[in-house]
């Protein structure tokens, strides 16, 4: 087990009544084989995969079904509303994978990724259809997490609509630009971590190297989302490895409280050296 | 041991006749107490860890030597010549380092990290001290690594001069910036490993966060050398393990080949999803 | 006049029935004294105003009525929505804008900048009340100006309900942190010019400095609107001038198709220099 | 005449004992004839030109004389160095300009841009071979221009060497990539004008679009000089007003004192907006 997720440096990330150990959740598309995939889940540490449950997307071309090459005992499954387009649809997809899950009596049938899109060219997120969908259903008993954009209004209305965590795009899927927008993640994190600092915040989609997810998890947000980033890299082994460190990375270099930026230092003294005139360090609670 | 430093995963960094197992190397100054800085050099990781030998540099105000902190069996010592600003004061000091180190039957007395700077006010290198200084080390039989700014002439000639590493800044010293011209970086690297893949480029200077380490190795550095980021934090110990993950995460992605940035990227067909068509994942050794 | 407005070199710009010798919008809020408004207004070059009409925006302290201190020859007048938070709100306030308008004879009696808001803290755009205002706005026979987030699926829904130009905001009213997503414009010129590329797209909010106003026409947009960087810059003159001049630059730096970027330009040859290998220069209409 | 060029504006830049109404420095070569090279000269507004005076960079293949397509009464011409490898053959080619320009009775025969570059993969400065040139150009009694790289420690010891004016690069030659490192021109606009504000610090070279000359010149630095990015741009003449728009545009946005960055800016109350609380505007001498 990692040192960051002992309880001196950190604490599990809680959404709804779910408690992950790694703030790394990962998809399962996209990969080449099963086999593959399968390798890089364990090699990302995660212990939650969001699945598309669409029948259509279960099975590969030999007719294989996903579910028979993830260890149910060993993963939290967040069944995922992906190839939707409107709010209907989402909410049917949601529904089967519930009765899936169900069937699987696996404990990821209470939650859902909702997940929305404006079309097939840009996969850019439906913010209207996402709003419907949530609504609906949050009514129908789901903890809904809602991938949406960076939009901070649309942020919020979806957590008062009753979403359990809110899951901002960086950049559009699969692009691999990372965080185009810090400033609105910012404004995302004000609005909905006002008087409620544990409401989970993700960044779900964008990301292209490691440096991008440590970046994210510094803006403060409390876990990342990602799929093409591991499955179409050149060596997923190794990207799976590269997206635990970098979630790991950010995660305690948020805590940390890194040092101002500034246009030059200067060498204030000739005693300055060995020992420094920094504030007494403090030794604190994850939660700045 | 993390799964980063097995042989399927990378190798050792080679610098010289020094075979290091971590790429992060880091300093000893600037921290609170002697105390905090031996914890955070355990968890940061590293094997190597500079030393400023110049004599007012290793006491502290209540005569402590520094050097008497350091567990010398873990660590391979790099004494360094900081408070130097010209050749001839930096090489004195190298030389006093290895009288020093050699006292201590410590393998690091073979070599030097060399910094030579241009005033007290920015702690910029000095480009022309630092090429004299070099070659008068390099004569006298020493390692050297070089602290240079980023520009790839420099960077070359030094090389040129028989350093054993260049160790181009990100940023000025303490400034917090991180990789201010990845362009330059570039170059440097395009300059140095030109029919040479194994030679030693480290980032030196500017780091500010975990993600600025993962940015710099992504580029295709060798390492990073750091010390305000970490002795300077909120909180080191934090700081030190998100500096360990940084540097590994970003070794990573960079030898795993990331995903191409695109503006957007289109579902293409509908059976895009559970299997992909990329290209068999190739798992090959760690140069690329 | 300048030359870039010579058929040489530039087209007007149109928006529904209007055509715009200068694609600088400016706004007429914020000022320290209608004098120094004046002032600002005419040396910005722009030919069209977005005023306020908000009964409680158009009077200063003094009692005195900003419309007063307009040249209603010179510039056309684009009433705006500020100060809306909900789109009933909107609606009533540009019907407002209409009946001011047509009292005083001015040709913007039959156009609208529609701005309804989130909140009064970040003055973010509320996409769905923009949505409906929208709707009912074109509907009651306005040429609708939608100021809104730089989200590309709620600017084509904009332009699908019959919007006369779309006006994604490149960062936060007031924040002067210029284009903060280029990627989302990007996007959103994409979808907005998509068979019909002369639909206005125009920036508005969020420029600081006339960089801003440059890299933003640089991207293709077709105008820029903007008040506080002017109205509280240190010198709002210089800031007018800067502005005329910035937005002339990016306009010509699109049009002319810019040298791609490179790591580094070698020498080709010998007799590189005086005369280059590029393709012949081609001197054609202004759309490319 | 530009309004930006009057007292009430702007002062003229000095160089040494020359004085230039335009800010703006363009070089000759590269064009894809000479009569789009006039063209481009003149729409670019500036008075100074650049010329190669080497001799095979002199004359077209048609053994044309570049110098038989200037105005000399019109621009004042600046000799560079172009080509050069080495100290030697700099100073050697400054003094073969000399000549040619003293027999052309220019007033350019007293000044040389100095451009000594390292190779011709990447056409990036030579610091070294800079310094020995300038110091020998300087005692032989020319006014010397310095084109050398960001290092603000390098630019330092040029101007303590006597150079006339400094003149970091943005980015490597041709490059086309702006300003990379922004922090090290402020760096150097602190060395350089410490005590001497009216010393000459010019961008020179990297520059692709009018967006990057502005940014240029926001920095603070007095003057851009460039020639890739006009004649290599798709329509030459468009981007040479262009750039004399984004000269004008940085300049007088630096002059002007932008609006401060803000993550966002709040409605401060309801009597906001027409009237700002900002203080008094000031109206001062150009240099801030």
């Known amino acids: 087990m990692s040192v960051v997720t002992t309880p001196q440096f950190d604490q599990p990330l809680k959404i709804g009544t779910h408690v992950l150990k790694s703030r790394l959740i990962v998809g399962t598309g996209k990969y ?20 598309a449950v669409r029948r259509e997307r279960l099975y590969d071309p030999h007719g294989r079904n996903i579910l028979d090459y993830i260890d149910l005992d060993r993963y939290t499954l967040l069944p995922n509303t992906a190839g939707c387009y409107n709010a209907r649809d989402a909410v049917r997809t ?13 404990p990821g049938a209470d939650w859902v990724k909702l997940e929305c899109l404006a079309d097939t060219k840009t996969l850019l997120p439906h913010p209207v259809e996402t709003l419907i969908a949530c609504e609906e259903l949050v009514k129908d008993g789901f903890q809904v997490l809602c991938y949406t954009t960076d939009d901070p209004v649309i942020a919020r209305r979806l957590k008062d609509l009753g979403a359990a965590a809110v899951m901002p ?8 630009q990372g965080i185009l927008n810090p400033n609105n993640i910012r404004i995302c994190l004000e609005y909905l971590k006002d008087g409620d600092p544990d409401f989970p915040v ?23 989302l990602l799929n093409t ?10 990207m799976a490895v590269a997206m635990k460190c970098g979630i790991e990375a950010g995660r305690m270099s948020h805590l ?15 005693e300055e050296g060995v020992i420094g005139q920094k504030p007494a360090p403090r030794w604190e609670a994850a939660h700045d």
Do not use: W
Not at 229 to 238: F, N, S, T, V
């Open 32 to 51: 080449e084989t099963f086999e593959v995939m399968q390798q890089a889940l364990e090699l990302s540490g995660s212990d939650c995969l969001t699945v």
């Open 94 to 106: 949601a529904r089967l994978g519930r009765e899936i899950l169900e069937g699987l009596e696996n």
């Open 169 to 176: 795009a960086g950049s559009p899927i699969g692009s691999g």
């Open 202 to 224: 993700i960044v779900d989609a964008g990301v292209g190297a490691a440096s991008d997810v440590a970046v994210a998890m510094e803006l403060g947000v409390d876990g990342v």
């Open 229 to 238: 980033a591991i499955a179409h890299a050149e060596d997923p082994l190794r």
């Open 256 to 270: 940390a409280g890194r040092i101002p930026k500034r246009l030059y230092a200067s060498a204030s003294s000739p």
